[in-house]
């Protein structure tokens, strides 16, 4: 089973399966994804009525991808940094000859 993210579609199904009782292992299957993919979706995005709403839930997807995409890892102190240490040529002070 390769990689891939679970689309609308995906979630889509996985709310009717959910709805008729199917368990996460068997709804895996059915959506071709591993079923830790299944619980994890199921663990972030089901509401606390306890229903799974899969508009909600792509929602909640996208808003965590873009998210993840405008975090810079790096602070401006650290880019600075290393930009200083570019400059200096440091990387060639420490090559092993």
Do not use: C
Request: no cysteine; net charge positive.
């Amino acid at each position: 089973m390769a990689y891939s993210q679970l689309t609308y579609g995906d979630r889509i199904r996985m709310s009717v399966l959910v709805q008729q009782g199917i368990s996460p292992t068997q709804i895996a299957q059915e959506v071709d994804q591993h079923r830790s993919t299944i619980y994890r979706e199921l663990g972030r995005n089901q509401a606390s009525e306890g229903g799974y709403f899969p508009d909600t839930a792509n929602i909640y997807a996208i808003q965590r991808k873009i998210e993840a995409t405008s975090i810079s890892r790096i602070d401006e102190n650290m880019k600075a940094s290393v930009i200083e240490k570019i400059l200096l040529q440091w990387s060639r002070r420490f090559q092993i000859e």
